[in-house]
C-alpha cells in the first residue's frame, strides 16, 4: 500500500551501474544536481556549495521552520541527511540508525535501519557518539557504524546488502567517519587516536563489500602504500621506509593518524585527498621523530590507494593537532594564473593553499589571530625548514617536559577548527569557516599502551584567549592570500558545517542551537532560529517541490559538547576536554532532531 | 552575571503567602491572568480555555514556529510546560527533569532540576516513563517523581525546598501524575492499578511537606475518608462500610483505584474533584462485588479529605474502563435553570454530566458512537440500576469466562479517552475531546498477587472497529445535551491535551506529530505542523511580550506510543498493549522537545 517514491535518478543510476567506473560518473552528475544532496560532504571537492538561489540576503530573514524530524537519539549529531529524488535519508549517532523519509508524504518514514552494535564501542569513542552521515551508490546508502562495520544497505527498502567489518572496537577503533564512494569502491577511515590504532584508509568494492586496498598513515612503504620514487613531499620523492624512520622502533604500530575527517575527489587528477590525525601518544617525549606521516595531507589514487603526494603539516605533535580537517578543492587564479587548488584549514590554525595536482605549498597563514605555538609555517623553498611550522619554545609542550603544565597555548588540542565543515563560493571567492577561539595550558604525562584503554598521555584545560570572552568565530578567509575578510565573534565555538549557496546566504548553527544565515560578502546576520538543541550538524540544502528548503541537525554533543553528550559537569572532566563549554548547559539540553527551513508560501 | 527575570506575581504571592488559605486565593488569581499558566492544568476549572485570541480562524493559519527546546529526555512526554511571568517550567518523563527557562533572553537555562532516582521504578510504570506536569504554589515548583517523591523546588533557584515520599516503587507505586495545590495545600495521586495498589489520594503541607491527610480509593471508611450518613451516592448516604463490604475479604487492599489523572477544585464550593482507577486486577472473576470505590467521581473537602459525595461510573469493571479522567467544571444552564456542573468523559466510553454541587446525574451519553459494551446507562431513577451501565453480555468478559475471548469490545481498555485531557469554551459551550476510536478482544486470566510484580489478569489486542481504518477522532460534544457536535478523523488515538481560546481557535497535537488548530465552531482545520516527534503533550498558550504563543510537548509514548517507547514492535507485546499502535513506527520516532508557535511579526 505504502508509495514508493524514489526520484528518476535511480533509474538513471541503474543504466550506469553496470560498468563500475561508471558509478563514479553517475554520482558526479548527481552531485552536480543542486535539488539533491548524494554525498555527505554535498560534491566531491567539499565545498558545501548549493546552486540553489531561491533564499536571498533579501528574504532570508523570512524564513520559516517547514518541518522537523526527531532520530529517536540523543547526543551529538554531526553529519547532515541526503536527498535522493523524492527521498531523504537521515542518520544519527550510536546506535546508528539510518531513517528513509518520503518527502512526498510528510516526510513519513519509508524505511528504519538500525544495526545491533555491542554499546561496549561507547567508551572507546573518543569524542562523543557521533556519526558523519552516509553516502550513496549503486543503489546503496552506505553506512559507517559504530563498531567500524561498513554497511550497504538497498536504498529502496533498507535492506542489507552487504557489510565489511573495518575494524575492532576490543583494541579502540571505532567508525565515526562518513564513507565516500569514489568509482567503483567505497572509501571509509577509522578513528582511535586516543587509543594507539595504526589508522588506514579503506577501500571497499561497491558491489559486493571485499576490501580492495588499506593504505596506513604510518608503517612500511607496502603498508603506507607510497612509492619513495614517484611519491612526493613538497616536490621531492618521500624517499625509502619515510614513515618508520621517523619513529622510535616499533611505535609505528600504535602511532595513530587516524583518518575519521572528511573525504576529497578530484575526478579529472583521479586523486582523493584527506587527512591524517594525530600521531599517539599526546605526550610528545613519548615518541621521538616527525611521527610520519601523522598529521598530513595525502593525496591519493583512489584505484589502488597508492599516494602521490603528501605534506605534513605538523611534524612530531605536541598538542593533539589532528590533521583530518577537510581538503576544499577549488580551481582560483593565483597572480593571473589558473591554479588547482587543496585549501584546508588545520587544527593547528593555520589555513594552507597547496596546488592539489603535486602538493606545492602556496599559501599558510594563520586563521585566528590568537595562534600563538608557531610564529609562522616556513615558505622559504631554500630553507632547511621550509613547509616546517616554526615552533615557538615558549609553547612547545616537549621543550615544557612532560608532567610540566605549558599555558596559554593558542589554539588549543581541539584547534582552531576541528571536524566541523568549511563552505567554499565560488560567487564570492571566499571560504566561509566554523571556528573555535579556544587556548589551553597542557601538561603531558607518561603512559603505557594497553589495546583498548586509552592512550591520551596529556591533560589540558581549555579557555578564550586572554581577555576575551568568546569562544568561535564565524571567518570568511581569502585563500588565495591567506586573509580574513570578515569574523562574526560567537559564545561558543561553531562546530556545524557551513553550507554556501548561489543566493549569496551563507547558512551554519551554534552550540547554543541557532541556526543562523548570514550574507556571503558581508557576513551580516539575516536569520536566526533556536533548534530544539545545540547544532554540531551540518547544515545542507535541497529543493522539492520547487522549493529551496534548508536543513539541519540539531543535537549538541561532539568534542565541543561531551560535557553534556556524557554528562560530565566540571571543566576539568574528561582530562579537561570540558574546559569552557561547561557553561553550554545553560543554553541547550541534548536532543536528536532535523529542522527543515524554507521560505513561506507567497 | 545572569540576570534573573521573575514577574511581579512573585511579590503578590509572598505577600498572600503568609497565610496558609491564602495562597489559593493567589494562584486562583494566578490561573485567570491568560498571559500566565501556573498549574498543568490551567486553571481549578480544569477548562483549558484560555482568554488570549490573537490567534484567530483569519491568521491561524500563518502560524510559524517560534522557538524550540530539547528535554534531553526520550519517550512520552505528557503534560505542558508552566509560565509565570518570564519564567516557563518545562519536564519531561523519567529521569524528570525541571528547566526554568528565560523567556527574556532566548529561553536560557536559568535552572535545571533532575532528581536521582533508581531506574528500577521504570518497569513498574505501566504505560510509558510519562509525567503530567509540574504545579506552582508559595513560590516553589512541585515536582512529582516517578518514584513518588513529592519535591518543592524554589521557583528561583531550583534548590529543594522539601521533599516528601508518597510510595514505594518496590512494591509497584510510582507517580506519574501532576501535583494540585490547593489553598494550604499540595494534592498527588498514585499510580499502580496494573500491581494491585491500594491507591490513594494524600495532601502534603505547602510550606513543610508533611502529610495533613490521606484519602484511599477502597478499604474501611476512615481509610477512604467517608462518613457513611454525610457522603452521598446519587444522593442518597454512602452507609456503613460502603467500599469493604463490596470486596471479597480483604482484596480491596490488593484493589487499585489508582488517582493518576487530573484534579479540578471548585474554590465557592470548596470542594475537589477527580476520579478512582479500575480496581485490580484486570480478570473480574477474582474479585466479585462492585469494587467500590474504584472507577469513582469523587468530590472531597480539601481540608480534611473527607468526600461529599461519590459516583461509581463502572461497578466491577470487566475492561479495564479505568475512571481517572478529569472533572470538567462549567457552569451552564439546563432546561432554563443555572447550574453548576461537572463532566467528565470516562474511559468506558460515556460522558457524564453531573450537578457538581451534590453529585446528581444529569446525562450519560456514549461520546463515541461504537461504544457496545453497555447498551446505556440506566436514568431511571426510580430502578434499582439508575446510574448504572447496562452491559451487553456479548462484551461481558466476566460472562464469557477466563481463559476465553471476548471479542469486539469498543471501546478498548485504553478507552474512549485516556488520560489525554479535553477542553471546554464558554463562548461555544462545547467541550473538545481527544478520543480514541479503538476496540478489543479481552480474554481474562487467573494471576497471583506478589508486591511489586505485574497483577493484570488479561491479555488483549487493539484494533479500529469493525469496517474503520482510523483510530482516534476529535470531537465537539455538548455536555448539556450529550451529543457530538462536530468530530474529525484522525488515523491515531488523539492522545493530546486539547486547547480551546477565547480566538475561537482549538489546538491538538497527534500521535504522528501534528500540532493542529482548528475552528472552535466548526472543526475546519486551520493549520497544522510536523513536530519531531508524536504528540502525547497537552497544549498550551501564554503571552509574552504582547505577543500570544502556543507551546507543546512532543515525545512518543505512553500507552498508546509504547511500542515505540519501550521498543516493542509487535501488535501483541505487552500482553497486546501495542496493538494497532504498531503502524506509528512508520510516521514518528521518539522525541523530547517542546515547540513554542506564534504569528509572524507584523
Not at 65 to 75: H, N, P, Y
Not at 221 to 233: E, F, G, R, S
Not at 270 to 290: A, E, F, H, V
Not at 502 to 510: H, N, P, Q, R
Request: proline letters at 5%; charged letters at 20%.
Amino acid at each position: 500500500m505504502r508509495r514508493f517514491l524514489l526520484s528518476t535518478c535511480f533509474g538513471v543510476v541503474a543504466a550506469f551501474a553496470t560498468g563500475g567506473a561508471g558509478a563514479n560518473d553517475e554520482l558526479i552528475k548527481m552531485s552536480q544536481n543542486p535539488k539533491d544532496r548524494v554525498m555527505a560532504t554535498g560534491d566531491y571537492a567539499n565545498q558545501r556549495y548549493s546552486l540553489l538561489k531561491q533564499i536571498t540576503p533579501a528574504n532570508a530573514g523570512k524564513l520559516q521552520v517547514a518541518w522537523t524530524f526527531s532520530t529517536g537519539v540523543l547526543r551529538g549529531h554531526e553529519g547532515a541527511p541526503l536527498v535522493i529524488g523524492d527521498v531523504m535519508y537521515v542518520h544519527g549517532p550510536f546506535p546508528n540508525p539510518v531513517y528513509a523519509l518520503d518527502l512526498n508524504n510528510d516526510a513519513k518514514i519509508l524505511w528504519k535501519y538500525e544495526p545491533k552494535q555491542d554499546p561496549n564501542v561507547i567508551p572507546v569513542m573518543c569524542c562523543d557518539t557521533v556519526n558523519r552521515g552516509l553516502s550513496y551508490g549503486d543503489g546503496k546508502i552506505f553506512l559507517h557504524q559504530a563498531d567500524t562495520t561498513l554497511v550497504a544497505l538497498d536504498a529502496k527498502t533498507g535492506n542489507v546488502v552487504w557489510s565489511a567489518k573495518n575494524g575492532d572496537p576490543s583494541k579502540g577503533q571505532t567508525g565515526t567517519s562518513a564513507p565516500m564512494v569514489i568509482k567503483d569502491k567505497v572509501l571509509v577511515g577509522i578513528s582511535g587516536g586516543e587509543f594507539g590504532v595504526q589508522c588506514h584508509m579503506t577501500a571497499y568494492d561497491l558491489k559486493t563489500g571485499k576490501q580492495a586496498w588499506r593504505a596506513y598513515s604510518a608503517g612500511p612503504d607496502d603498508q603506507i602504500l607510497v612509492d619513495p620514487d614517484k611519491t612526493t613531499d613538497l616536490g621531492k620523492p618521500v624517499g625509502k621506509d619515510s614513515s618508520v624512520k621517523t619513529w622510535d622502533g616499533d611505535q609505528w604500530k600504535i602511532g595513530g593518524g587516524c583518518t575519521w575527517g572528511w573525504i576529497s575527489y578530484d575526478p579529472q587528477l583521479n586523486l582523493i585527498y584527506y587527512g591524517s590525525g594525530n600521531p599517539s601518544t599526546w605526550n610528545p617525549k613519548q615518541r621521538p621523530g616527525d611521527n610520519k606521516w601523522s598529521m598530513t595531507i595525502w593525496a591519493r589514487d583512489p584505484d589502488n590507494g597508492v599516494a602521490r603526494w603528501v605534506y605534513q603539516m605538523t611534524p612530531h605533535d605536541e598538542w593533539d593537532f589532528d590533521g583530518v580537517n577537510e581538503m576544499i578543492l577549488t580551481d582560483q587564479n593565483i597572480g593571473g594564473t589558473a591554479r588547482k587548488l587543496l585549501t584546508h584549514f588545520d587544527r593547528n590554525g593555520f589555513g594552507y593553499t597547496l596546488d592539489r595536482t603535486n602538493g606545492e605549498l602556496l599559501v599558510a597563514e594563520k586563521y585566528d589571530p590568537k595562534v600563538n605555538w608557531a610564529s609562522k609555517v616556513d615558505m622559504d623553498k631554500s630553507s632547511k625548514t621550509y613547509g616546517r611550522p616554526l615552533v615557538v619554545s615558549q609553547y612547545s609542550t616537549e621543550q615544557t617536559g612532560e608532567d610540566r603544565n605549558t599555558k596559554g597555548i593558542c589554539p588549543a588540542a581541539l584547534g582552531s577548527k576541528d571536524e566541523q565543515p568549511a563552505a567554499y563560493s565560488p560567487d564570492t571567492g571566499l571560504f566561509y569557516v566554523p571556528t573555535n577561539h579556544v587556548c589551553m595550558d597542557y601538561e603531558p604525562f607518561k603512559v603505557a599502551y594497553t589495546a583498548g584503554q586509552p592512550y591520551v598521555g596529556a591533560t589540558l584545560s581549555m579557555f578564550p584567549p586572554a581577555g576575551e570572552t568568546h569562544m568561535g568565530n564565524f571567518i570568511a578567509w581569502d585563500g588565495k592570500t591567506g586573509k580574513i575578510v570578515w569574523s562574526n565573534k560567537e559564545q561558543f565555538s561553531v562546530w556545524s558545517g557551513a553550507l554556501a549557496t548561489a543566493g549569496g546566504v551563507v547558512f551554519y548553527g551554534t552550540l547554543e542551537g541557532y541556526l543562523k544565515a548570514v550574507d556571503a560578502k558581508t557576513g551580516k546576520e539575516l536569520y536566526k532560529f533556536k533548534t530544539p538543541s545545540g547544532i554540531i550538524g551540518d547544515v545542507m540544502t535541497y529543493e522539492h517541490g520547487g522549493k529551496q528548503f534548508v536543513a539541519v541537525l540539531s543535537g549538541v554533543g561532539g568534542w565541543a559538547g561531551i560535557g553534556l553528550a556524557a554528562g560530565l559537569t566540571n571543566p576539568t572532566d574528561g582530562l579537561g576536554a570540558v574546559g569552557g563549554y561547561a557553561a553550554l548547559r545553560q543554553y541547550t539540553s541534548l536532543g536528536g532532531q532535523l529542522t527543515v527551513f524554507a521560505l513561506p508560501a507567497q
